[in-house]
């Protein structure tokens, strides 16, 4: 069963503007990453948000992480059309090491 | 740093006919894991092996599923037999241990006909 759900399923935005991808989760967890996969090619990581941490940034991307809602956001600023692509959050349970994937949301930023 | 590599990239078989995977991990990587991810629908974990021992294998389709990591480095899926079903992208990655960051390669994608 899927851990994490993402919300939308799908966001089609201009380059310069800001997109905003939401995450929820069921049960209690160590870590929450996000991962983008380009069409045709494997996952790659963008960032770890630990589960003691709210906010963390990196380069224009800024997730929060809110485990008293068990949701997560995150939100590319500045986008570019190389930001086209999927975008998966994962999750690690407490006491587990493997990672459970949501769906993924579909981004497509058009120049 | 050389990235996790899989082979081949892409496999057309007919239901019913075995194949296999490749994947070599990123150098020193203790901990692989094989997932499988169909059209529209994010990974799902089949295996994750800790040096050459299986951490958790609770997903795969043992009667038709096997993975092995012999010496602690490379690692092979096979499928056999294939269903239609099995299509889908194989994902491998590595991790340097429990809980860091999985680095995953570019995936093996399967079509079963």
């Known amino acids: 069963s899927q851990q994490g759900e993402e919300d939308p399923q799908a966001l089609s935005i201009q380059e310069g503007e800001n997109a905003t991808m939401n995450c929820s989760y069921k049960t209690s967890i160590n870590n929450l990453q996000w991962y983008r996969q380009n069409s045709g090619r494997g996952l790659v990581h963008l960032i770890l948000?630990?589960?003691?941490?709210r906010e963390k940034h990196s380069g224009r991307l800024r997730v929060t992480l809110d485990t008293s809602k068990k949701s997560s956001s995150l939100l590319i600023t500045a986008s570019r059309a190389a930001d086209t692509a999927s975008y998966f959050c994962a999750t690690d349970r407490l006491g587990y090491s493997t990672l459970t994937f949501g769906k993924g949301t579909m981004l497509l930023v058009s120049p | 740093e050389a990235g996790v590599a899989q082979s081949p990239r892409y496999k057309i078989i007919e239901k019913r006919q075995s194949v296999a995977f490749w994947c070599n991990p990123i150098?020193?990587?203790?901990?692989l894991y094989w997932y499988q991810q169909i059209l529209g629908q994010g990974p799902k974990l089949l295996i994750q092996f800790q040096n050459n021992g299986v951490v958790d294998d609770s997903q795969l389709p043992k009667d038709r599923f096997s993975a092995e990591r012999l010496k602690g480095v490379d690692s092979t899926l096979k499928i056999q037999p294939a269903k239609l079903e099995d299509s889908a992208v194989y994902l491998c990655?590595?991790?340097?241990?429990?809980?860091?960051?999985?680095?995953f390669g570019p995936g093996t994608r399967l079509l079963v006909l």
């Open positions: 990655a590595s991790s340097s241990g429990y809980q860091e960051t999985q680095y």
């Open positions: 948000i630990r589960s003691n941490e």
């Open positions: 150098s020193g990587h203790a901990t």
